[in-house]
């Protein structure tokens, strides 16, 4: 059985493509040196599980954030890239944790958003995660 943790912990190692080394699940997020974010990072937002017949549906939200250039000027190049990496590395994907099936890909790409907390913009990614419905 899969459940919530589990599926940050597969998508955060499967975002070790984007060479990003900070990746973090909700809940256990570092918080920011200084007045702003100054490395990159990932941060995973698990939302509850939707129960179904054959698979159980999740949708997480994964966040790629990249410092500001300045003062709330993106680093547009590297989000660019991001998004587009997001959208082939992560749609698609199938395996098994612990002895369940389970699949991801991207549902949506919000583009990129600006966090007020952490000063820095990051692209916006939503997955539809499903595991086999089986206990």
Known sequence: MIVTNDIADILIRDCRV?????AY????VKPVKGDRLTAERIVVLPKPQTP?????????EVN?????????EADSP???????MAKRYLHKVTGTYDGTRYRYSVDQIDGTMYD??????????????????VI
């Open 116 to 133: 007020e907390d952490l000063k820095c913009h990051y692209v916006n990614v939503r997955i539809l995660f499903e595991t086999i419905n």
């Open 64 to 72: 790629l954030c990249v410092p500001d250039l300045a003062e709330r």
């Open 18 to 22: 984007f060479d990003i080394a900070e």
């Open 52 to 60: 179904g017949t054959r698979w159980l549906k999740d949708f997480v």
């Open 78 to 84: 590297r989000l660019q890239e991001l998004e587009r």
């Open 25 to 28: 699940r909700k809940g256990n």
